[in-house]
């Protein structure tokens, strides 16, 4: 227990290596009303891939009612290039999705229950505990099919319909996931109400219920700290974090979401931190342009705008204060 407290806070060391998870192919499209045509979502995705992403969350398999936007997630995953290495996800909440998903040959799925019932049910239509024994069934299907599992837990910090979340009710559901044969939990900000002090109870909260249970953290910037909590996780030694190409991304099914933490925005942090991504921004920032360009539309994200760190302008072209 006391390795467990000691482990709770130590912080990331300088230059490790942090697992950036692209999510904008699913958060992001999921919450698009315009249908992106799969020729383009697959293009998105490649540049991506381009750029050193190595973990991407690329559809999901849930109903095409509830999110038509995803109904192509077989013909994306047909399509697109899988670089040596790289870890291809999809989202899941029930045995078809599964089942699908296994089809497909993803390498890992992300399942999802919320932490509170009113998001649960509106998310999924069924409770939280409904979720979880449904859990079992489809878990021994994914480990028959050698497909990894991320646990997903939505609205772990806060819930537009309930209000707070206590970090033991977001434990108790890692446990549930650790007892199920999950190796990692993904702790999902679905509205941006994460802040610095709420990462390190919920994060803390985990190791203490779930010692040797991955962690990975998933903001959304609703409320413009996304970044600031990733710092939080980072002093957590939390490796793992999502983010969303131009910072697209929210849920269908949670009043008032917003976009994720922006990936190019999180990449420039990590990158002028001394952390290892794997991924070059300047690709990134290409990737960002090509989703503007087929959104038609500005996205959120600032470094998109600004450029890198080093980026020079011409002092000619720059007016000079001659009093
Ligand atoms: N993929 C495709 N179709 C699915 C499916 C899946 N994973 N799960 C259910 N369906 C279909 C069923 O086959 C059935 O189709 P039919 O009416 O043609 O026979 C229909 O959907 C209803 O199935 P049911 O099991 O009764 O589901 P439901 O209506 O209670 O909805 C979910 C439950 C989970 C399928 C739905 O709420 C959902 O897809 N939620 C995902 C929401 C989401 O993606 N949120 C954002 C990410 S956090
Ligand atoms: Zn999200």
Redesign the pocket.
Known sequence: MADTAQSATTPVPDGARITVCEVGP??GF?IESTFIPTDRKIAIVNALFAAGLRHMQVT????????PQ?ADAEEVLAGIDRPEGAVVTA????L??AE?AAACGVDAVHS?VSASETHNLK????SVETSLKDFEAVFALLDKAGVAIEG?I?TAFGCPFEGEVPPEQVARIAKRYQELGAKSVGL?D?TGMATPKTVQAAVRAIRAKAPGLGIGLHFHNTRGVGLACVMTGLAEGVTHYDASVGGLGG???AAGATGNICTEDLVYLLNESGYETGIDLDRLIDAAKLTQDVLGRDLPGQVIKSGPRLRRFDPGLTATAAG
Do not use: E, H, K, M
Not at 60 to 67: D, E, K, T
Not at 91 to 94: A, E, F, M, S, V
Not at 123 to 126: D, E, I, L, P, S
């Open positions: 699913r958060d999921q999901s398999f849930v109903s095409p009612r509830a999110v995803l989202l899941i909440p029930n078809r999705g699908r999802v998310n999924v239509n069924r997903g939505a999902g679905t849920c269908p099914f």
